[in-house]
């Protein structure tokens, strides 16, 4: 992980963390906040209604009392002989008092006139004829049957003496929602009145039912609202209906809402923040660590003369001011290393060419002494000596033309002719040109093993060139094995390339000798030039390919070319 | 009342005491007449109530079910029934002037017969008319005395002329007619001299006024009596495409008794069958008492639905009946739900009696439900209905009218006929 996003990370969670905890804080204050403003809003709604409920209560008593009292009634329970002729009197009396429910009943039970459910005349109302005082039973609740469904009413009864008997008025007004509606509106808050605990809105139906079940106050919370149920009794204790005070959460969600909306916008600055604090953080930090590690990959790339820039005093400035003496350093050692490899180079060439002109030169001199020795002293030789002298001196001359040939071609090293060939073919080829020299007479037995890739694929060389380089390949494998012994040739197929390997068993290198292997005019047997794997390493880097050496001493060499398919 | 002795008798109801004239007939005077529907034709058939004032038929049905001649004096017919020949009553006049006689007696009755028999020959020759068809009609006389088979004319100056005791002087559609007593009226001039109707109308102080069914008309001033005619419409439910043992258990739980007794305040009648017993004669046979707990037994059987039972709109009287069945049936265990309409599974409705013929009567009801049943099989096919429960008769309704105590002579007057007002042999105080 870089520096700049460890950076970004640490004040990323530190600005995060302080928002949520904020805002939990916040959200927690707020909804406890609101629950006691809600406890507190459901019970002033609730008195209000109750307040209502009495007051209209005391109204509908007033109003029946005023029907008991009104000479139609008084009429009524003068004369019960014929109770049909009172059949809508009911509705014109309701209508008078504004009242939703009225029933004029004889003194057996039997409606004689019905506001609400004119059609019920000559039905029996038995509840009305028990025993009851009605008067200090005042108003209560009751579910007055009606054609289409009974509605709850706040109901009061009031007697008639008539004749022997009693005739009764009972009625009231409706407890619905237009009772509901006519409590002061408060918002956010909702009154639901329900009377038919079978057939209700699934959301309210088991708060209701749980009410019917245990006839007491009962509040639930959801995440929409907060909802009281209040049962509400007739007489004798009978549930008539539940009143729902539904207490919207709305707001509450709204400003939770507004909370966590401004927290994210918060933690997102947060976040935005981080990052612009990161990367001032991590430029001014990190932008000379940069630097220096982009100068270290360029003092590793070569250019060792890369200098870092100190732009300040602290530890980094330090860093950079002893990397820059370092390489300073680095470069004064590669001169030094150049130039004593460059003098051990001249020093080298210059042996090797004192040591090859060297060879052909004394046999020259001998044979110049010689010749001049034989006509001084046997003239009569000389013509003979002068013959096999200047045959020597022309096999000398010969030889020394063909190390002066070596160096020359050397240095002339001509650019690949590039065509697609056989790796196979050139190794056939250049064992077979060996197999004279390998099968001669006289010679230790060098056994020839070839491993040849089936179907490997053709490479895009010089034929003249590879044929060269294993020609040397194979010839230094051949003087590495004097006594006999294993020469193995192998190809193979590559993912994209060549591979070729020559083995021998001979006695090995030292990994000193390995590292210098390739360096030109240097060899390690008494007859060479030097230049054989020089040659090899020049055609196989024309080729961009590679050559690698593996050996230990004892256990013979392995040389492996590999080349691009 | 013979014209010749009309002005005698108004000279002496003149000069005889104001107690005396209480009881003894006066001519002269207006009558006020406020009657709740608000017609806007006078067509015979369509404005009923009104029809004996103006217009009349050739023959009439009397209290025993039997034809008495009216315009027409005599009558023969062929055995088939297909060839009836009148004769007319000389010396009536229409309220124009022009005699009543075969010539201009036929229009109306060809037009009248042509819609109750279709293609139907009618040939007037002076005082006699033949009507001529090419199927029996045994039901002529009954079908001669319906108020839509009145003898009439219309100019362009008259909404209605007719050869009754009354002309009509003015007609304002939908709020009154003006009638004049018409002089030469051939059963001798009415006493009153004037007659105005106010249609449409809900008040109390006319002389006379009707007090429909649940009407407002509910607290009548001082003195003023109430007068019922002969019941004279049903009140039935009629029902199709509902399971036959559904109906029979709706016809068993209705309790009728309370209806007659608070919703027509005693003045209608409980039906069990189609016609009223005064009719037919036969209704007692139909009576039956309601059992709820059979009918609960019977729908045990079967599998119920919600049913709807339709009511004419804006009949507050078909409402409160409606609602009182409905009652009946939930207590059956019969969900059946009000509704004001035509398109109810149940229908409730109003059918005129218009016939003092009962098969007759019976025929026009069949009609009304589609069926076609001959007259001497009326009965079965009566039985039938009423078992399968296609109808289920609920109340017989008579009309109901307040009279002012200055009427007299009311109830006498009544007797010409059960339909319509006969308003030519009463009389008013000053």
Known sequence: ?565 | MKRPYWALLALSSFVISPLASATRPRYGGTLTVDLTPAWTTLEPSESEALTPLVVETLVRINERGEPEPDLAVNWQHDADRKRWRFSLRSKVTFHDGEPFNATTAAPALLAALKKRYGEVKVTAGGQTIVIQSERAMPDLLSELSLSRSAVFRKTEQSALIGTGPFRVTKWEPGRRVSLATFDDYWNGRPYLDSVIVNLGSTRTNADVFDTPFASARRILPERTRVWSSATRELIALKAANIHPLLLRALALCIDRGPMVSVLTQRRGEAAFGLLPQWLSGYAFLFAATPDVARARQMLSQLTLSPLTLSYPANDSFARSVAERVALNARDAGINLQPVQGVNGNVHLVRWPLESRDAASGLARLFATLGISERPESLYDAERTVLDEGRVIPLLYLPAVYGISPRVHGWDAAQKQGPFGLHLENIWVEP
């Not at chain 1, 509605?151 to 409706?174: F, H, N």
Request: hydrophobic share 40%.
């Open chain 1, 1 to 565: 992980m870089s520096f700049r996003a460890k950076v970004f990370l640490s004040i990323t969670g530190t600005v995060v963390l302080a928002v949520w905890i904020v805002a939990g804080v916040v959200s927690t204050t707020v909804t406890k906040s609101f629950e006691r403003r809600e406890a507190q809003r459901t019970a002033t709604l609730v008195s209000q209604f109750r307040r209502e409920f009495d007051r209209r209560g005391a109204d509908v008593v007033r109003r029946i009392e005023a029907i008991a009292n009104s000479d139609a009634v008084l009429r009524i329970g003068v004369n019960l002989s014929d109770t049909a002729q009172y059949y809508s009197e009911a509705q014109t009396l309701a209508r008078e008092q504004s009242l939703d429910f009225l029933e004029l009943v004889a003194p057996d039970g039997s409606i004689i006139s019905s506001a609400e459910w004119p059609a019920r005349f000559g039905y029996k109302e038995n509840w009305l004829t028990q025993p009851v005082d009605w008067k200090a039973q005042g108003i209560f609740l009751r579910l007055e049957a009606l054609a289409d469904r009974p509605a709850l009413g706040l109901i009061t009864v009031r007697t008639v003496k008539a004749g022997d008997g009693l005739l009764y008025i009972a009625g009231g007004q409706r407890l619905d929602k237009d009772f509901l509606d006519s409590l002061p509106a408060t918002e956010g808050l909702r009154l639901q009145l329900f009377t038919d605990f079978e057939f209700m809105p699934a959301v309210a139906a088991p708060l209701i039912q749980e009410v019917a079940r245990q006839p007491r106050e009962i509040t639930r919370t959801t995440s929409d609202a907060t909802t009281t149920a209040i049962p509400l009794f007739g007489r004798d204790r009978q549930l008539m209906a539940v009143l729902l005070v539904e207490n919207s959460r709305a707001e509450l969600a709204s400003l939770k809402n507004y909370i966590q909306s401004t927290a994210l916008i918060v933690g997102f600055a947060g976040v935005l923040l981080a990052l612009a604090l990161s990367f001032w953080t991590a430029s001014r930090v990190t932008r000379p660590l940069r630097q220096l590690a982009s100068s270290v990959r360029e003092v590793s790339g070569g250019k060792w003369d890369t200098r870092a820039a100190i732009e300040s005093r602290d530890e980094v400035g330090q860093l950079a001011q002893d990397f820059n003496r370092m390489t300073e350093q680095l470069v004064e050692q590669r001169d030094r290393m150049i130039q004593a490899e460059r003098v051990a180079a001249w020093r080298e060439l210059a042996r090797r060419l004192a040591h090859e002109l060297k060879n052909p030169l004394f046999p020259l001199q001998i044979t110049i002494e010689n010749l001049q020795r034989a006509r001084q002293v046997s003239p009569e030789q000389f013509d003979e000596v002068f013959r096999e002298s200047t045959s020597t001196l022309l096999a000398e001359l010969d030889h020394l033309k063909t190390i002066v040939g070596r160096f020359s071609d050397f240095a002339k090293m001509p650019a690949p002719q590039v065509e697609p060939m056989d790796l196979n073919q050139i190794v056939n080829d250049v064992v077979k040109l060996f197999e004279a020299q390998i099968n001669a007479p006289g010679r230790p037995r060098v056994e020839t093993t070839l491993h040849l890739a089936d179907n490997l694929s053709l490479v895009s060389a010089d034929p003249d060139q590879i044929r060269r380089a294993l020609r040397n390949l194979v010839l230094n494998a051949l003087d590495a094995m004097p006594q006999g012994g294993t020469l193995a040739i192998r190809t193979q197929n590559l993912d994209g390339k060549v591979a070729l390997e020559v083995s021998d068993s001979g006695e090995g290198l030292t990994p000193e000798e390995c590292e210098r292997l390739f360096t030109p005019y240097y060899t390690t047997k008494q007859h060479g030039t030097g230049l054989g794997l020089a040659i090899v390493q020049s055609v196989v880097s024309d080729h961009k390919g590679t050559i690698s050496v593996q050996s230990e001493p004892g256990k013979g060499t392995t040389f492996r070319i590999e080349l691009k398919a």
